[in-house]
C-alpha cells in the first residue's frame, strides 16, 4: 500500500511540474507575458522616438497612449486579408507564422526573472544566432514568394543585409563566452552573477558592435535597407496584410525584446542587479528598457544607408574591430591569469 | 520583354508610390541594384488649366493662376500680373514692388524649407523633416499675417498689391527673420557633418555643367552645377534690380550640392527680406485700373523657388485671354533627370528625383497638335473627361 | 551623430503640435475666412459674381430686393468679392472651421428681411 501511495504522489508530481511548465511557457514568463511585454516596448520606442523629434507620438488609445499598440494589433488583425493571385501560396501564408515563432523561440532561451532560462543547453547561444538566420530567410522567402518587384528587391536586400551583419554579430557573442567558458546564455549570466561584474566591462568593442548589428538585424534606420518605405515601399512586407501583416508586425516587436533581452544578458549581466530585495523582472525590464532608449536614439539620429555602403562598411569596419575585440581579450585573459 | 542575355527588368515608380508627393510615372530599368535606363511618363496632373483661363476674365484668372501650384503660388501669380500690366503699359507703385519681393522671398524660405524636410525624408531621416517642417511654421504664420492665408497667398492684384504692411507687421517679420536666421545657420553647419547624409547625397545625381547648360536645367539645379544663372540678377523684376544679394552657386553638381544650394538661398532670401523691409518706400500699394487689356503677347519671367518661370500671355481686346501658356521649372528640369539617374542604384532615385525639387503640378500642361495640319488646340478638363470616357468605350 | 545635442533638448522641450481639436487654434487677424455679405448694404450690382474665380456667389432675385447665397464648397476664400463690392457689402471673417455634415450646411443664405 505504501508502494502505491507513493506511486500516486509520484505522478501528481510529475503532472504538476508538467504543468507548471507549461504555465510558464504559455503565460510567465513565456508567450503572453512577452507579447505584452513587446507591445509595451513598441509604445516606448514610439513615444520617445517622437518625443526625440519634438512631437508628441500616441498619447490618446488609453492612458498616455499606453494601448496604441494593441489597437494597431487588433485592427491589423481585423482588417481583409488580400492574397495576390500570382503569390507562391504555401509560403506566402506560412512566412508570417515561422517568423513569429522564431523570436518566441529565442526567448525561450534567454533569462527574463532569473539567472536561468526556461531552456537552457550547452551551446543554446550558437542555436540563438542559428534562429535569427532563419529570420533573415524567411524575410527573403517572404518577398521571393510575393512575386512584386518591390517585394522581391526588399528580400534580396534582407538577404544582403545578414550577410552583412552575421558575421561581427556572431563574433562579438564569442567574446562574452570566452570570459564563461561556456556556449550557453544562462551560463554566462550565472558566471556575470557569481563574479559581480557585467561582460561589458571587458568587452566595451563588442558591445558597441553589436548594438550597430543588431539595428540592421532589427531592420531599423540606419539599416531599414529591407523594407526603405521611400524606395521601395515595403520592401519584402509589401503584398502582406492584414492577419499576416498583423503577425509579421508583432514578430518583428518580439524581436526587439529578443536583440534588448540578448544583449542584457550577454553584456549587462542579465536580471541580476546589486539591491538585492528588487526581483529579477525588475532588474531585466530596466536594462531593456535603457537598450530600447538607445536604440530609439539611433534610430533619429541618423539617414538610411544604401545596401552596398552598409556590406562594405561591415566588412572594412566591423568585422575587423570584432576580431581586434577577441584578440585583446584573449591577451588580458592571459595577462591576468599570469 | 525580359533579355536573359541581360538581367534587366523594369521597376514602376509611380504614379503611386511613397517616394512621389505628387503622382507621374516613372518606369526605370535596372539590373540588380543600378538603373540602365528611364521613360519618364508625365501627364498624370493635367487639370486643362490653359484651357481654363481662356474662359475667365483677367480679374479671375488671378487666382486660377496660383493654382497651377501650391507653393510656387506667388511665383506664378507674379508672372501674370507682369504680363497683364506690360500689355496695360501701366508703371506701379514702388512699394508695391517692394511688397511683391518681400512676399515673394518669403514663399522662397517656406519652399526651401519644405525641401530640406523632404529631402531628409527621401533618405530616411525623419528628424530633419520634423525640425524643418517645424520652423516652416514660423514662415506660415508669417504669411497668414501679410496676405491672409498661409499658402495660395493672393497677394498680387493687377497694378499693385492687394494688401498693405504695417509697421506691427514689418516687426513681426524682422523677429521671425532671426529666428530663421539661426535655424538655418545651425542646419547649414550641421548637414555636412552628418555623414549618413553625406554618404547618400556626395556623387549622387551627377550633372555635369556642360550637359545642364545642354538639357536646359534651371534653378537650384543648375546653380549646383557651377552656373550662375538666375533670373532675379539676369532680367531683374519687380525691386530685385535695387536689392543687392549673391547668386549661391556650387561647384559639386550632385545632391549634396543641391541640398547646400537650396540652404544658402534661403540665408540669401532673408538678407534680401531685411534689405526691402529697411527702404520700403511710402506710398500707394496700388493703382486703379480700368477694366480691359489691349491687344497684344507679352512673356514675362520670374525666378520661382524651383527656377526660372515663363509665362505667355497673348490678348485681343476683350476682357478675356485669348491664350496663356505656361512653361514652369520642373518641365526643363526632367530631362536632367534622365542624364542623372542613369548609372545610378534604385536607392538613390528617390533623393535624386527630390533634388530637383519637383513639383508635378507645376509641369503638366498639354497641347494638342495635327502634324500635317499643324493646327494645335486645348481642351478643357471636362473636354478631356468626355474623351476618356469615350476612349474607355464607355 | 551631428544632430544628437538638438535631440537631446527637444527631450526638454514642449511638443510643437497642436492638440486640435483639444487645442483650439487662434486665428491670426486678417486671415481669409468666411465670407459674410451685409444683405442691407447689398444693392443687387452683381459685380461680385462677375470676379468670383470660382462661381461661388449666386444672385436670387434681381436688383436692389436680391437675396444672396454663398457656397462655401466652391468658395477658395480669395477675398476679391470683398475688394469688388462697391458699397462695401462683402467682409471676410476669420473663422476657418465651415465643415458641416449635410449638404444643407454647406450653403448660407443672405436673405433681406422682409418688410410687410
Not at chain 2, 550637359?211 to 552645377?225: E, I, K
Not at chain 2, 552657386?249 to 538661398?265: H, I, K, N, P, Q
Request: with cysteine; charged share 20%; aromatic share 10%.
Amino acid at each position: 500500500m505504501v508502494a502505491r501511495r507513493a506511486e500516486e504522489v509520484f505522478l501528481e508530481m510529475a503532472w504538476e511540474v508538467g504543468l507548471l511548465a507549461l504555465l510558464s511557457a504559455l503565460i510567465y514568463p513565456g508567450i503572453i507575458f512577452l507579447v505584452v511585454i513587446a507591445l509595451f516596448y513598441q509604445w516606448v520606442d514610439r513615444r520617445f522616438y517622437a518625443k526625440l523629434q519634438n512631437r508628441y507620438g500616441p498619447i490618446y488609445t488609453g492612458p498616455r497612449g499606453i494601448l496604441q499598440p494593441v489597437a494597431d494589433l487588433i485592427k491589423l488583425l481585423a482588417k481583409e486579408d488580400i492574397e495576390p493571385s500570382a503569390v507562391d501560396k504555401q509560403i506566402f501564408r506560412a512566412v508570417p507564422v515561422l517568423i513569429l515563432t522564431m523570436p518566441l523561440t529565442a526567448l525561450f532561451m534567454i533569462p527574463i526573472t532569473g539567472t536561468w532560462a526556461l531552456a537552457s543547453f550547452e551551446g543554446d547561444l550558437i542555436f540563438i544566432i542559428f534562429l535569427m538566420t532563419l529570420i533573415a530567410i524567411l524575410a527573403f522567402l517572404g518577398g521571393w514568394s510575393s512575386t512584386n518587384i518591390f517585394s522581391t528587391l526588399g528580400g534580396m536586400r534582407a538577404a544582403l543585409q545578414a550577410l552583412g551583419y552575421e558575421v561581427p554579430m556572431a563574433v562579438s557573442f564569442m567574446g562574452p563566452a570566452i570570459l564563461a567558458g561556456s556556449l550557453s546564455v544562462s551560463k554566462i549570466v550565472q558566471w556575470q552573477a557569481s563574479h559581480g561584474l557585467w561582460a561589458i566591462l571587458l568587452n566595451p568593442l563588442g558591445f558597441g558592435i553589436v548594438i550597430v548589428a543588431f539595428l540592421a538585424e532589427l531592420e531599423r534606420i540606419p539599416f531599414d535597407i529591407p523594407e526603405a518605405e521611400t524606395e521601395i515601399v515595403a520592401g519584402w512586407q509589401t503584398e502582406f496584410s492584414g492577419r499576416k501583416l498583423a503577425l509579421i508586425r508583432l514578430a518583428l516587436d518580439l524581436e526587439l525584446v529578443l536583440a534588448s533581452g540578448l544583449v542584457t544578458a550577454l553584456f549587462l549581466g542579465g536580471p541580476t542587479g546589486p539591491i538585492p530585495i528588487i526581483p529579477g523582472i525588475a532588474w531585466f525590464m530596466i536594462k531593456t528598457l535603457v537598450l530600447v532608449l538607445i536604440f530609439s536614439n539611433l534610430r533619429a539620429l541618423f539617414a538610411r544607408f544604401r545596401i552596398d555602403q552598409m556590406v562594405s562598411g561591415s566588412w572594412k569596419y566591423l568585422v575587423p574591430l570584432s576580431i581586434l575585440q577577441i584578440v585583446m581579450l584573449e591577451l588580458l585573459l592571459g595577462w591576468l591569469s599570469f | 520583354m525580359k533579355n536573359l542575355s541581360e538581367n534587366t527588368f523594369s521597376v514602376p515608380f509611380g504614379p503611386q508610390h511613397p517616394a512621389l508627393k505628387e503622382p507621374e510615372n516613372f518606369m526605370f530599368t535596372v539590373d540588380g541594384e543600378r538603373v540602365v535606363d528611364v521613360k519618364i511618363r508625365l501627364g498624370y496632373v493635367h487639370r486643362g488649366g490653359e484651357k481654363a483661363f481662356e474662359a475667365r476674365t483677367y480679374t479671375q484668372g488671378l487666382y486660377l493662376v496660383e493654382r497651377i501650384c501650391g507653393i510656387c503660388a506667388m511665383a506664378h501669380q507674379l508672372c501674370y500680373v507682369n504680363n497683364v500690366e506690360a500689355l496695360i503699359d501701366v508703371e506701379i507703385p514702388r512699394r508695391a514692388d517692394y511688397i511683391r519681393t518681400i512676399i515673394a522671398e518669403l514663399e522662397r524660405i517656406h519652399s526651401h524649407l519644405l525641401w530640406v524636410g523632404v529631402a531628409g525624408h527621401e533618405v530616411g531621416w525623419d528628424t530633419l523633416f520634423m525640425y524643418a517642417w517645424r520652423d516652416r511654421e514660423v514662415v506660415l504664420d508669417l504669411m497668414e499675417l501679410t496676405t491672409g492665408n498661409r499658402v495660395l497667398h493672393a497677394s498680387n492684384t493687377i497694378g499693385g498689391v492687394r494688401r498693405d504692411l504695417t509697421s506691427e507687421m514689418i516687426s513681426r517679420i524682422r523677429k521671425g527673420m532671426k529666428l530663421l536666421k539661426e535655424r538655418t545657420n545651425y542646419y547649414k553647419a550641421m548637414i555636412p557633418k552628418e555623414r549618413t547624409l553625406m554618404k547618400r547625397a556626395v556623387g549622387v545625381g551627377v550633372l555635369k555643367p556642360q550637359d545642364a547648360v545642354a538639357l536646359c536645367a534651371v534653378g537650384p539645379t543648375l546653380r549646383a552645377s557651377g552656373i550662375k544663372r538666375d533670373v532675379r540678377r539676369d532680367d531683374p523684376y519687380s525691386a530685385y534690380d535695387e536689392t543687392p544679394f549673391d547668386v549661391i552657386t556650387y561647384d559639386g553638381c550632385d545632391v549634396a550640392s543641391r541640398v547646400l544650394v537650396r540652404v544658402d538661398e534661403i540665408l540669401e532670401s532673408i538678407k534680401i527680406l531685411n534689405y526691402a523691409l529697411e527702404h520700403l518706400p511710402s506710398g500707394p500699394i496700388a493703382v486703379r485700373l480700368p477694366r480691359g487689356v489691349p491687344a497684344g503677347e507679352n512673356v514675362s519671367m520670374v525666378e520661382a523657388p524651383r527656377g526660372e518661370d515663363i509665362h505667355y500671355l497673348k490678348s485681343n481686346g476683350t476682357d478675356k485671354p485669348e491664350r496663356y501658356k505656361v512653361r514652369a521649372p520642373t518641365l526643363a528640369n526632367w530631362p536632367a533627370v534622365g542624364a542623372m539617374i542613369k548609372g545610378g542604384y534604385i536607392a538613390d532615385i528617390p533623393i535624386v528625383l527630390a533634388a530637383i525639387d519637383p513639383c508635378m503640378s507645376c509641369t503638366d500642361r498639354m497641347t494638342f497638335t495635327e502634324v500635317n495640319s499643324a493646327k494645335s488646340w486645348q481642351w478643357s478638363r471636362d473636354e478631356l473627361r468626355r474623351y476618356s470616357l469615350k476612349w474607355r468605350g464607355k | 551623430m551631428a544632430m544628437q545635442n538638438e535631440l537631446v533638448k527637444s527631450l526638454a522641450k514642449k511638443p510643437a503640435t497642436l492638440l486640435y481639436p483639444f487645442e483650439k487654434y487662434d486665428s491670426i487677424p486678417g486671415s481669409r475666412g468666411k465670407v459674410v455679405i451685409d444683405i442691407t448694404k447689398c444693392i443687387g450690382c452683381g459685380l461680385c459674381i462677375r470676379d468670383c474665380p470660382a462661381f461661388a456667389l449666386e444672385m436670387v432675385g434681381k436688383g436692389p430686393t436680391c437675396d444672396m447665397k454663398w457656397y462655401i464648397t466652391r468658395c477658395v476664400f480669395c477675398g476679391q468679392c470683398v475688394e469688388t463690392c462697391p458699397r462695401s457689402a462683402i467682409i471676410q471673417e476669420t473663422t476657418y472651421d465651415l465643415a458641416g455634415a449635410e449638404k444643407a450646411a454647406l450653403v448660407i443664405e443672405y436673405k433681406r428681411p422682409k418688410s410687410s
